[in-house]
Each structure stands twice: as C-alpha cells, then as structure tokens.
DNA sequence: AGTATATGCAGGTAATTACCTGCATGTCAA
DNA sequence: TTGACATGCAGGTAATTACCTGCATATACT
C-alpha cells in the first residue's frame, strides 16, 4: 500500500465527501455520485480516479455505468500506522501530565 | 477545530517525518529537525507553520530557541470523526462476507 | 438504425504548493 | 560591544492541482 496517496486522497474536502457518500450508500455511480457534487462531472472522475489510485474505493462496471465502492481497508492501515502512534503518544502525555499533577499535589 | 487543514498537514511525506521525529523525542528545536530532512531550514520552517497551523504541533520559545511539541488530540479527532466511520464500515463488509460464506456452506 | 444516456479522454488556465536565495532580527557569550 | 548562532521574513520559480470546455466512445432502448 501506498500510505502517501491516501494520505493525498483525504487532503481534499471533495473527496472526503465522495467518500462521505459512498459510506452513506456503497456502489453508486458516477452520476449518482456527481449529484451531490457542486462541480462537473470531469472533475469528480478526477477525484474518484485519486480515490481509486489510493485503493481507497475500488470500481465495476455494470453494462454502461461504472459503480463504485469503498475499501475501508488502506483507511485502517494508515490508522494502524499513523494515527494510533500519535494516540499512543497522547495517551502517554496525558499519563505524564497526570504524573505531574499528582506530584504537585504532595 | 479545522479537519481539512489536519489533513493536508498529513498529506505531505516531509511532514509526517517531522511528526515522527517528534514522536521519538518531542520539543526538539528548528535546528534540531533540521538536520533530519533534507532541505533548506526555510523549508522546514514552512512545513513546520502547516503543522502548527493545523494545530498538530505547538511551539514555545526557549531564548533564541524555537521548540517544538507533538499535540496528538487533533489527530485523535480525526481518527474519531472520520477513519472510525471507514473501519466500522469494515467491519461491517467483513460481517456480510461472512454471512455471504455461511450461507454458502449450507 | 437512430437517439438518448453514461462514461472516457485531451488539453488549457488559474490557483496552490514546495522548494529556493538573500537579507533581517533577536539572543547568547566572551 | 562584537561575533557566532537560531530563527524570521520577503520574494521568485517550477511543479502540482483543481477546475473547466470540447469531443469521443460505449451501452441501452425503441
């Protein structure tokens, strides 16, 4: 997995929303999908392409349309990867911090 | 707090090294992370105002030094608002695909 | 076949981004 | 005060990005 290109996937608010919406109802279309954008149609293949190259959706064809679904999966593992450190580190602040209160109070 | 600029502060490899050199020994100086990357210091202080921008790291003024801290709890949030949202939806795909195995042993 | 629909592809422009160089400011220590 | 060191600020360039318009292709329906 390419963490960087997720990571580039969810820097866009546009994106986030597609993303947003395919959670909302998985496999729509590209034109079901570019309803709810506020944007043509070209540029939200643009950004399904981004989400696509990040594996963070995943897409079929069915006869002229193109759905497209989510993959939570590269989400967790950058999660794994990534944020969890960073809850790792903010867990152990708050146990300094909690250290440190406690030995102010003696 | 603002969850696009945590994303795009997350969206850049040089970035996230400084994070994680901030994680392995946190309120290190700007001369300090600079010698880690490998660019200009004047870079390294741009990417360093995303970070703080987004609210990822703080700084505090020792004399002429500049440190800088991790803060953990946007990145937390983020994980909250939106890579649970995913992993849940995850766990939700593994669930029918489990039942969708189920029911073909039958 | 002919028309409507869903999507693909090419290319162009404006805004943003990531670097850089050069110089200014502020702090420490002799 | 002077010299060394740590950082701040201004501005410039090349690459990337996010849109767009226009046209092409593939599928479905009558």
Chains 1, 2 share one sequence.
Not at 3 to 22: E, G, H, I, S, T
Not at 56 to 76: A, C, D, M, W
């Amino acid at each position: 997995m390419d963490d960087d290109k997720v990571f580039k996937a969810l820097a866009d608010p546009n994106r986030r929303q597609l993303l947003d919406r395919l959670c909302e109802r998985n496999g729509q279309t590209l034109g079901q999908l570019c309803e709810a954008m506020d944007m043509k149609r070209q540029s939200v293949t643009q950004h399904l392409g981004l989400l696509e190259q990040a594996n963070v959706i995943s897409t079929q064809r069915r006869g002229r349309e193109k759905l497209h679904f989510i993959n939570p999966v590269p989400l967790y593992e950058v999660y794994e990867r990534w944020i969890r450190k960073f809850e790792e580190g903010r867990l152990a602040l708050l146990h300094d911090l909690k250290q440190e209160l406690e030995r102010n109070e003696k």
